[in-house]
T-cell receptor, first 112, second 114 residues
Framework: QKEVEQNSGPLSVPEGAIASLNCTYS??????FFWYRQYSGKSPELIMS????GDKEDGRFTAQLNKASQYVSLLIRDSQPSDSATYLC????????????FGTGTQLKVEL | NAGVTQTPKFQVLKTGQSMTLQCAQD?????MYWYRQDPGMGLRLIYY???????DKGEVPNGYNVSRLNKREFSLRLESAAPSQTSVYFC?????????????FGSGTRLTVV
């Protein structure tokens, strides 16, 4: 069973701080990794994807991938109350075709 | 607007009733998926269609059937609804053969079975 693990939280950070969200996965050969944001009562929205070891930056978001240690993380700089949501990590496992396997998500709360 | 459209948005069924959830995408995607989302369980794959004319079971297919009507449309049918099928259902689509391409999700269907 290929798995994606996330701490459910909630993770609380003050406004303006860096929020760090982590995800581990079970298959060392996995190809590609995605972070989705889901507001309460809404559908998941893709915010970042990463496929190579290292960092990928997009505005206030940075995705970090370490395939040897089998973890992927998402950093949110200058956190805003509007960033309060659940963040889902998704992995496209080797041999899984086009399917994504999702973690259960980490709830982030950005406090004023 | 381009995207994935799901209908209905809300539905209440009595145990034993049947219904079909509709999904259509206009992004020319090959692959389509049905997930359910339950508190603490995350998104679980029910069925998927890698390309037009093919369907396969996912992690939790029992009690469901699907039809890939054409490239745009992928429906999910509950033949005899049970309270355990109370959930939020999401349809998603993606490009086949593009490992670095994520999913686009529909807005979801909130189903309650009483």
């Amino acid at each position: 069973q290929k798995e994606v693990e996330q701490n459910s939280g909630p993770l609380s950070v003050p406004e303006g701080a860096i929020a760090s969200l982590n995800c581990t996965y079970s298959d060392r050969g996995s190809q590609s990794f995605f972070w989705y944001r889901q507001y309460s009562g809404k559908s998941p929205e893709l915010i970042m994807s990463i496929y190579s070891n290292g960092d990928k930056e997009d505005g206030r978001f940075t995705a970090q991938l370490n395939k040897a240690s089998q973890y992927v993380s998402l950093l949110i700089r200058d956190s805003q109350p509007s960033d309060s949501a659940t963040y889902l990590c998704a992995v496209r496992f080797t041999g899984g075709g086009n399917k994504l396997t999702f973690g259960t998500g980490t709830q982030l709360k950005v406090e004023l | 607007n381009a995207g994935v459209t799901q209908t209905p948005k809300f539905q209440v069924l009595k145990t034993g009733q049947s219904m079909t959830l509709q999904c259509a995408q206009d992004m020319n995607h090959n692959s389509m998926y049905w997930y359910r989302q339950d508190p603490g369980m995350g998104l679980r794959l029910i069925y998927y269609s890698a390309s037009e004319g093919t369907t396969d079971k996912g992690e939790v297919p029992n009690g469901y059937n699907v039809s890939r009507l054409n490239k745009r449309e992928f429906s999910l049918r509950l033949e005899s609804a049970a309270p355990s099928q109370t959930s939020v259902y999401f349809c998603a689509s993606s490009l086949a053969g593009q490992p670095n391409y994520g999913y686009t999700f529909g807005s979801g269907t909130r189903l309650t079975v009483v």
